[in-house]
């Protein structure tokens, strides 16, 4: 999937998201923003995860300190 | 608002994976690290010329000491200095294994937990009135430390007997058996009594506490330290009293970490239940008061309106409050989103290895530093200020002496023994600078 692609997917599922009555519109607005900046962090995330998680995971053990 | 000296001590995780033929040890790679900060010398234990300590502690983790700060917003800037100063040699060795032809991969992380239960910690350092009986003191504090975690809790996945994971508030919380205690390994107290001033015994001793989690947030970082210098100047002055004593604290440390949507009640020797939204708005209340009434400052002022900004948007908590500004929300955003987008479970690997990649201090590869450089974080310190102090020690304690004659005595080639208090140069005839009071940043005459 392109990157222009992706990015149309993105703006559709946000439209397609129902705003919730009980949050004042402010705080939505600042929601959506926060939702929006988040979700192309996720991609820089992934480029950047470990790959191998789980023996990451599992070695990633240290003696106790204080 | 008293001039008061503080600190912090950060424990680092430190992982070495060989992947290569070529066999390379682990406490091999942990050499290199230091030497990585501390070139031409093979000491794993060195003052530095920005005033701060670098050493090997218990169970082998790195161990950066913040010079002595007398303001709170240099804290948080010296122990992101220490960050910086990790991360730059992670670098350093990186390069340097791959010149030797040595295949792996070397981590640091700023984090308090490990994937088989163990911690390691963030120690906060004051020097308080000697004068203040410590009994009424730590009653005091202690339901103030039990709930600080909602402003300055690191985040992070806990795997439970039946091998489910749950998103606590404070990974750290979970790892605090006593109230106080003289212990730091084995029965981890809320207060350490170790007392060490460093500094006239008589008017000082050094309030050591070791409940909190690491930060990688500026704002919790200085919400940690802040709302904490804040209660102890009241507590010095006579104001607030132990009415908030906590009937169970280590249980009630425990519940409120488990917790996230803040709503549990913990209950008072009183009998009263409260939740730690409460119970922090109840010290706040009371330093308000008491700064309304003593005098105050811009800088008391600013960081009173922080910490109630902070409490008040946690409590009307949805989505998207605080996402930019305390780490155990951000950090609660970001693996949420990261999971609905992959439609994964909190038990899968990748969680877990977010949750560490977060206080990983690689400037590219730590999750908090990519959200840092993509501005997705707000933040108190301007990077110029951070890259300084791994150089320059604050210009108002004794560290600024310690930093100016190691700098001296290292441009110089001159051999030395320093600790908190003194410097010895060690050739004839072996001079010593004595450093006794942390306040005094002069010259003797």
Redesign the interface.
Known sequence: MSQKEKETRKREDQEDAAPDPE?PAG??E??????E???D??D??DE???KN??S??????????? | MHRRIMGLES?Y???F?NSGDRIFPPERALEYLFQGIMMNSWSRDAFLPNGGRIYQ?????P?YSTPECDAVRDVVIHDKAGERILSRAVETVTHQLETEGIEGQL?VLKNNT???G????C?ENYLIDRSVTFWRLSRTLIPFFVTRQILSGAGGLVRKADESVHFVISPRSLHIREKISCS??SS?PIINTRDEPHSDPQKYRRLHI?VGDSNMSEISDLLKVGTTALVLEVIEGGGLHDRMSLEDPIRAIREISEDPTLTVRVKLESGQEMTALEIQKTYLEACRDFFHKEGTTQGVRDMLNLWEKVLVELS?W????L??EIDWVIKW??LS??RE?NHGAWE???M???D??YHDVHE??G?YN??RK?G?VDRIARDVEIQAAMDTPPQTTRARLRGAHIREAMEHHRSYTVDWTYMRLNDPPQETLHWADPFNAAEAP
């Open positions: 949050v705080a939505q600042r929601s959506k923003k926060v939702q900046e988040a979700d962090i996720l820089k995330i950047v995860l470990e998680a789980a990451f995971v599992k070695s990633f053990i240290q003696k106790g300190g204080q | 424990e995780g430190f992982l994976t502690d218990t169970g082998s983790h161990e981590y490990d994937s088989a163990n911690s390691y910690g120690h730091t390994t981890r070791i009307r949805d989505e998207g409050t996402g930019r955003q970001l989103r990261y987008r899968d690997p990748a877990a290895m977010m560490y990649q590219q590869k999750l990519l959200l993509a997705r």
